[in-house]
């Protein structure tokens, strides 16, 4: 919830300026930045500085996925858009013309981002901002950037108004999706639980932002524009195939899961008590492009292209799900296996099966946790000019999970690591296989659009 004014200037009288994040709000979790388990001291710049600030919102607010997604995109853009008005290294379609050529980019960057920023996560970011800027001698070229970053920061606001994100908008169906009415069709699970601390859900009183799709994306021509294909019929062999894998490899009990495939269930979990999945995407493009020689607006591009094609991964998957309305495993297993039609003998109802993690609150078709890590994994690969790598990572969020602690992974590719996430969800037994497959071909398609078409450096 946003501070009061009273919260605000009892916490600037009371934190020191470097304390980053003092003023954030954190009522539950940590106020511990992220930049310390993967970011080498020599590497930290104002880049990673102003994004962990947003991880931290988005964990201490605890922001969900979709959510998550847009509230990165606007700052990270802004930043972008501010610096590169200045150093004019980039085109861009947001028309926002040469900035002052004396203005430091740098300072323009964390202005137009805290100006960004406080709109979508309604933190007005004052100890933030007052401690990144007394980094900088005054000088005209900080007064310039000042001036020049506010004008950007607000220009950026003021492009994505009436976006479509407004609550009243993207809260409700408004009769944008049409709801199924066969036995595919999409209703809450339950009984109602989930993996954190106190009560798992208030309430099932709707689903999960119907109206999410319908968001102006960033560098989409619209939410449907990589929607997924026709789902399978309830009464084919494929979805027969599908039931059963699921059963077998989901429970809760499953006796054909591996404890690797365990761990790599919980390991990429991200419920919104963390970074959440395109936080951590946008974590570890952090963790993988400190080292690749990047110069300060080379990263601002990078990490705009990261947060906005995030955004529109979140876009994409929430059309996909509204518009085909699929039920998820667990409520098809326990209730609605002898509706399907299906004269496959394995398609029979168990009533006591369990997801092994807590099944989400809005239709299954396709996966967010594959479109995001999709996205993410393609477009640091397309900034690296290589998909290999060699890293290792634990889980930065043990709320949830301590069983986590000192579980370290190791990825010999991007596209591992984004193939892994999406499985995760297999293994927990919350999607279906071709809930994975469609949303990774989505999410690539999105980072590879995105890459070859916004932010082309000039001739």
């Excluded at 980053?20 to 009522?27: I, Q």
Aim: charged share 20%; hydrophobic share 40%.
């Amino acid at each position: 919830m946003p501070l009061s004014r009273r919260q605000i200037l009892k916490c600037m009288a009371a934190a020191p300026l470097a304390n980053l994040a003092a003023c954030s709000t954190a009522p539950f979790g940590s106020r511990h930045s992220y930049l310390s388990q993967i970011i080498e001291p020599q590497n930290q710049n104002t880049v990673f500085h102003w994004i962990d600030i947003t991880l931290q919102q988005v964990r201490d607010q605890r922001i969900t996925p979709p959510r998550a997604a847009y509230n990165f995109a606007m700052p990270m853009t802004a930043g972008f858009l501010a610096a590169n008005g200045i150093t004019q290294d980039y085109q861009e379609p947001f028309g926002l013309g040469v900035g002052p050529s004396n203005a430091d980019p740098e300072i323009a960057y964390g202005v137009a981002f805290a100006v960004a920023a406080a709109e979508v996560f309604q933190q007005p970011f004052i100890v933030e901002r007052n401690s990144f800027l007394k980094r900088f001698a005054n000088s005209e070229a900080k007064s310039s950037a000042i001036e020049w970053g506010k004008k950007v920061g607000r220009h950026v606001v003021k492009m994505r108004n009436d976006d479509g994100a407004e609550p009243s908008e993207a809260n409700f169906y408004l009769g944008r999706y049409k709801r199924r009415n066969d036995s595919l069709k999409w209703s809450l699970t339950g009984p109602f639980y989930g993996a954190k601390p106190g009560p798992g859900f208030d309430s099932f009183n709707r689903a999960l932002f119907p109206g999410h799709g319908q968001i102006k994306p960033w560098t989409m021509a619209s939410g449907s524009q990589f929607r997924a294909t026709e789902f399978y019929h309830s009464a084919s062999p494929e979805f027969a195939e599908e039931f059963e894998n699921i059963r077998l490899l989901g429970s809760a009990d499953s006796h054909i899961r591996t404890k690797d495939q365990s761990e790599i269930a919980l390991f990429w979990e991200d419920g919104p008590w963390g970074l959440t999945p395109p936080g951590r995407f946008i974590y570890i493009g952090m963790q993988v492009l400190q080292n690749q020689g990047l110069s300060f607006i080379e990263l601002a591009r990078s990490f705009a292209l990261i947060g906005m094609t995030q955004c529109d991964a979140s876009i994409a998957a929430w059309d996909s799900k509204y518009f085909y309305d699929i039920v998820r495993p667990e409520s098809a297993i326990r209730q609605r296996a002898e509706k399907f039609g299906n004269s496959d003998p394995r398609v029979t109802p168990q009533a006591n099966w369990r997801s092994y993690i807590p099944t989400p609150g809005f239709p299954t078709y396709t996966s967010g946790h594959s479109t995001f890590g999709a996205a993410g994994a393609e477009m640091i690969a397309l900034v690296r000019g290589e998909n290999k790598i060699s890293i290792s990572g634990q889980a930065p969020d043990l709320v949830i999970w301590p069983q986590l602690r000192d579980i370290n992974r190791h990825w010999t590719s991007l596209s591992q690591i984004a193939e892994e996430n999406g499985l995760s969800r297999l293994y927990g037994g919350v999607h279906w296989e071709l809930d994975h497959t469609q949303a990774m071909t989505a999410g690539r398609r999105i980072a590879q659009q995105a890459y070859n078409n916004f932010f082309q450096k000039k001739a």
